[in-house]
């Protein structure tokens, strides 16, 4: 099923380019034949067999290679609004695990999870989609998650695709939810993480405090129509007067409510995993976020988009899998 998926994904895109300078040529002759000059077919096809035969290249580098780089990206969020009990302290972002992109390549998986253990983080931040299409993908993958660790542990939401919009065997959107359930308590009960669903947690450090506040799945109207489970209002309560970093899945909740509906500080997001495909350092991913891959300050406040770390299409071109660590510093 997934080579059958593969293959299908190589045909349509090889028939998309194909299909241009064949566009141009038909357009050109049937303009030559009104304006009484020929057109030949040769530069044409050539042009399109030279385009699959690129775009043939990119996916196979970016499925056999590209799909199994990963990267450490540092970040500083310097403010006085930071505890000083809090200065240096490390948090590992990661976004989007879809652990079936690891049924084929466990060991990668594994490999991912050492790297993420040997960056002694204080805390682990996981901003949603454990997994793309079924729940038995995290059930195959349980061992290999549990060795993730960290001084004040790992704390998690739920995605878009934690809503099992795409397992066909649920009818409905009640269903869904339930099976959400499941997954939030799944990875409570057997990975060891504390989900947090519309709900906040105090981090505790050298007499000072400051929380961590997760929605379910919410957007902002940017992207395509989903389950939306989140509260913000009800995530925050309790943080009043706080440090708070906030876990949501779609960056484009930053924007949408909360930048003017609260003071939070940093939101931390995934969701759009920067399209897969970067061109001259530019994310695909522009064309339906605003805000969509890296770092964005706004008076002081930070949103941090992670391009993830597993993939819905299976191939990542100029766009490795990204773990994330953010150093908190006192100003």
Excluded at 169 to 190: F, G, I, N, P, V
Aim: hydrophobic share 45%; with cysteine; aromatic share 10%.
């Amino acid at each position: 099923m997934y080579w059958r998926y593969v293959i299908i994904l190589a045909v349509i895109m090889g028939i998309i380019v194909a299909l241009i300078p064949h566009i141009i040529w038909f357009i050109t002759l049937i303009i030559g034949k009104i304006a009484g000059f020929r057109v030949h077919y040769a530069a044409f096809g050539w042009t399109a067999l030279a385009l699959v035969g690129i775009v043939w290249s990119l996916l196979a580098y970016g499925h056999f290679v590209g799909m199994w780089r990963s990267e450490v990206n540092e970040v500083t969020y310097a403010s006085a609004d930071v505890p000083k009990g809090f200065d240096d302290y490390r948090i590992v972002h990661i976004s989007d695990l879809h652990v079936d992109t690891f049924d084929e390549r466990p060991e990668a998986l594994k490999a991912i999870v050492d790297r993420i253990n040997k960056l002694d983080a204080d805390v682990i931040l996981f901003t949603g989609d454990m997994q793309s299409v079924g729940m038995q993908a995290v059930c195959n993958h349980a061992s290999t998650l549990q060795q993730l660790h960290a001084r004040d542990g790992v704390k998690s939401v739920l995605g878009n695709h934690d809503f099992f919009l795409y397992d066909l065997d649920l009818k409905s959107d009640a269903q869904r939810c339930a099976a959400a359930d499941t997954l939030a308590q799944y990875e409570s009960d057997h990975l060891g993480w504390h989900v947090l669903r519309n709900t906040s947690e105090r981090l505790y450090r050298n007499g000072d405090s400051i929380a961590i506040a997760g929605v379910d799945n919410i957007n902002g109207n940017q992207g395509f129509a989903t389950i939306q489970k989140g509260d913000l209002k009800k995530a925050l309560q309790g943080t009043e007067g706080l440090f708070t970093i906030l876990l949501s899945h779609d960056p484009s909740h930053w924007r949408a409510e909360v930048l003017p509906e609260s003071d939070v500080q940093i939101t931390l997001s995934g969701h759009t995993h920067a399209a897969q495909i970067r061109l001259f350092g530019k994310s695909l991913a522009q064309v339906s976020f605003n805000e969509c891959d890296g770092r964005y300050d706004h008076d002081g406040r930070m949103l941090y988009v992670n391009a993830g770390i597993g993939c819905t299409a299976p191939f990542r071109i100029n766009c490795p899998s990204e773990i994330t660590v953010i150093t908190l510093k006192h100003q």
